[in-house]
């Protein structure tokens, strides 16, 4: 996979065998036919990605559904419409990889800044901690769209948790992940005395909603 | 870089002094080991510092914020300081025990002076934390969030 999204401004490289095919046309910058059996993981997708970008739009053709991007660069500013984004989201609602990364670039800034913090710490996290905070930068860059990130910081705190934090007009939002399995907290701490407050929660897609929609 | 404590801090034999004034202030040095965004000192902080004391400088022994910003070196009874690079943020004794506090930790000052820092006061938590369970590092989170919210910045930084 890494090779391929590497190789990705190769046409040739995209995969057009099983299930899936690749259709290009003069107004249409790309989309793909998928099979039946992908259907639930496109509508998915179609859900993430066309409510938030708004230039996708689902269509059917022979009976199979399929993605089109329009080529109008008024409607997605910072994805560019290169080739490379359009196959991007190609792989991702294929479901050859999670599609969580279908906005990549955002991705690999979030993860940049948790290098960086990472750098900045001699604590190294352990696989589950990780691999739980890997999964809330690309939960969190799905929505890359409609949020800007660049104000994001990624810490790790005194305690070995590992953090994202928004500093907005109200307050600091966190996003706290410990150490241990199931340590993954929403903090929120306030400009005012007393306004405060945490909660635990259970699922990725949970708590990154909350932190940004709070 | 040494430095000679003034005359006020000094306090030798050591007094204790448990009566704290409801206008009092407490100094404490945040690090500043990569920027962070206003409200955040104490995320740094460890959970098990508030049970051993985490060390601020109570105003009623320290004329100046930035006498916060000098660490004792050795033992604290040779009186050799050294500048740390960090800021200082301060809170009214009154906003750590008041109505305010809601994170089911209570909060308390004692004063333990050094023989060169008269003002050195440990801040101290009751009943003492168990971070075993979810609740507890809740409870744990909200009390960092809570000095978060109550503790100011001085605007007196040394980046040197």
Redesign the interface.
Known sequence: METLLRNSHVKKDIPTSGSAEYITSGVETGFMVLAEERAKVFNEAINVYGSYQGSYQLNTKLGRPYIVRYANENLIPETNLDYFHSLNSVIGISNLMDFSFLNRANYVKLFGKYEE?LK?SAYVPNTEQKMTFINILKELSKYSSIFDFSDY?I?V???EEL?V?N?KSN??H?I?V?KEN??L?Y??????????????YKSTEEIVYTFLTK | MSFTPPEYLKNDPPTFDELFESGEVIYRRHAIRVKVPLGDYFTYIKTSDFLDGVSVNRSKYCKDPADALWAINGDGSNCSYELKNGEVVYCLITELIGPGNKTGITLYCKHTPFVCNSSHTDLLCQPDLVIADIETKQKVINLKLFLNTIFKTTGIVNNS
Do not use: R, T, V
Request: aromatic share 12%; charged share 20%.
């Open positions: 913090a900045l910081a810490k705190s005194a305690d953090l934090m500093e307050g600091i966190y706290i410990g199931q340590e907290f903090g929120f701490s306030g400009k005012l005395p007393g306004e405060y407050n945490s909660q635990h």
